[in-house]
């Protein structure tokens, strides 16, 4: 049996989302610039399908583009809102946690002069708001907040941050990074307050390879890339049709069963840290999460590289942290201050709508060997 834990990662894609983009590659395969009708049925398609997407998120047709994925629109906003407020300043204020599809852009960013402020979190690993405040400067242009942090789980303060922003200067863009958050915890871009959202299909059941920006009606910004006039000439390349036609499937399965799934995975997590904890000495829980579908859990004294390999072996798949950062601590659980030995030993398990008290049981017992010394160590 193959155990799948960590779909912060990725998730398998839905059979709806699967059956969609095949029939979208075979059958409706038109380029909606097309003249034509193949064409114009698969630009009708495509309007159909954003509308799906903009419901699920809760806001307007009209304001979003589908872009390649989460990073791409997380580097579209900053690059985007620093050129909207060029003539105002060059400072930003983001939080230590972000994923690296925000560091780094503002890393090349603080390269070329910016200012960068990055607001650390408590040991639950929230920022707080007071810290916000007092980070924001006349010459601040844009705050990057993310709304669930990948490997925590934790919930930030968003609407509230958005709020202190706004009443400091309504010209300060705000951006959230949604990608952890879109279907998993309830909430829209307009009750937020935030100029700019991102989202992505392969955390929810639809492939990779497509995104989803949120960008407030009103607000003019530059694309990122420059090309055709798709996507009212914000995101020109010709429309991925297919990914497209399969995010718009997985995000109507969500609309339908969303509260289903949610309770779900919330229930499946807090059987996992009970089992956990009855089944693994020592083991601790790092942070419960706010979000429904990731927790974090440390063997101290196991590295946790070995035990990934180890369960690997016994066909259970978690990460020790952001897939992204392999083979170095997550710059996540370092900014939590927590003691080297629990830091080294950190496990990210994560759920989806199909996972199972079954698999949950297989990695219990694979922990549970792990530290009694019947494997790897
Ligand atoms: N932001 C967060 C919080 C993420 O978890 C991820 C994916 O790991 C990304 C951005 C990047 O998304 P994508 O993989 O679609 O580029």
Redesign the pocket.
């Known amino acids: 049996m193959m155990v799948y834990l960590d779909n912060?990662?990725t998730t398998r894609v839905c059979e709806e989302a699967a059956r969609a983009a095949l029939e979208v590659m075979t059958q409706g395969y038109g380029n909606p610039s097309s003249r034509y009708a193949l064409g114009q049925a698969a630009a009708k398609r495509l309007e159909e399908d954003r509308a799906a997407v903009a419901a699920a998120l809760g806001c307007e047709s009209s304001e979003l583009y589908f872009t390649s994925?989460?990073?791409e629109g997380?580097n579209w906003s900053i690059h985007a809102a620093v050129e909207y407020g060029r003539r105002r300043g060059k400072h930003i204020v983001t939080t230590a946690i972000e994923?690296s599809?925000v560091l780094e852009p503002l890393k090349a960013l603080e390269a070329q002069g910016y200012r960068v402020t990055r607001l650390r979190p408590d040991k639950e690993g929230r920022v707080s708001t007071r810290a916000l405040r007092e980070a924001l400067r006349e010459d601040t242009v844009l705050v990057s907040m993310?709304l669930v942090n990948?490997e925590l789980g934790t919930v930030q303060p968003v609407q509230e941050c958005a709020s202190i922003v706004k009443a400091y200067s309504p010209d300060i863009l705000f951006h959230t990074?949604a990608?952890?958050a879109f279907l998993k915890v309830p909430f829209t871009p307009a009750e937020l307050g935030v100029d700019l959202l991102t989202v992505?299909g392969?955390?929810v059941r639809a492939p990779k390879g497509i995104?989803a920006q949120y960008i407030r009606a009103g607000l003019k910004l530059n694309p990122l890339l420059r090309g055709g006039g798709q996507e009212k000439g914000l995101r020109p390349g010709t429309e991925a049709t297919a990914q497209i036609a399969a995010f718009a499937a997985a995000c109507r399965t969500w609309s339908e069963h969303g509260a289903e799934h949610r309770a779900h995975m919330a229930e499946l997590k807090a059987y996992a840290l009970e089992t956990l904890k009855e089944k693994v000495p020592d083991l601790e829980v790092v942070t419960p999460g706010d979000a429904p579908h990731i927790c974090s859990v440390s063997l101290p004294g196991y590295p946790s590289e070995m035990v990934v390999r180890a369960l690997n072996d016994r066909g259970v798949c978690v990460s020790s942290g952001s897939a992204?950062h392999r083979g170095k601590p997550s710059h996540v659980f370092a900014a939590l201050g927590l003691p080297k030995r629990t830091l080294m030993g950190v496990l990210r398990i994560s759920f989806c709508p199909d996972s199972t008290r079954e698999e949950v049981d297989a990695l219990a017992e694979g922990l549970a060997a792990i530290r009694a010394g019947r494997v790897g160590a």
Do not use: L, P
């Open positions: 912060a990662s994925c989460g990073t997380d994923h599809a993310m990948n990074d990608v952890q992505s392969h955390k995104g992204c």
